[in-house]
């Protein structure tokens, strides 16, 4: 079975076993995004594209808009999602250490859980969900083919 999601967007394949978790961090981090000005199209002012929206579904990246380090994923159900780009737990960064599960992001550092909405679990062996720390969501559209996120402008 192929690793969860690669940094570059390999598909996910919902749970995951040890050896595929071996594969993913086995997995050089890949993508990195800086946008320096803002493309043509969008939802207008106080928005800026992050990514295109070729990002596959199970796919995630890293972005950087001004100084805010940021994680780009999109859902199995095709649903992009940004939040900023470090685990409360440890501080790993989730474009490098994540990986897809269905429709939530990983931390592959200690397995945390992060819901679109930025709501941190953690999934003991007998499948009990404690809440943990959540990570800051940042609105994101998809339009014009990018993903674009608000910046208050």
Known sequence: MPCL???SGTPACGSFCSEELSE?????????????SEPVGGPGEGWVRICDSS??????????VGDEDLVVWRSMA???CVAEARCPHQWSHLAGEGAVDGEELVCLTHLWRF???GQGWKEN?????????????????????????????
């Open 24 to 36: 993913c961090l086995a997995q050089p981090s890949q993508s990195r995004v800086t946008w320096t």
């Open 55 to 64: 990002l596959p579904a199970g796919g995630i990246i890293g972005a950087t």
């Open 125 to 153: 062996v007998n499948g009990r969900r404690d809440r943990k720390g959540d990570l800051v969501v940042t609105p994101c559209v998809e339009q014009d083919g990018g993903i674009w996120v608000q910046t208050g402008g």
């Open 5 to 7: 999601t690669a940094l």
């Open 78 to 80: 095709g649903i992009p």
């Open 115 to 117: 819901t679109a909405d």
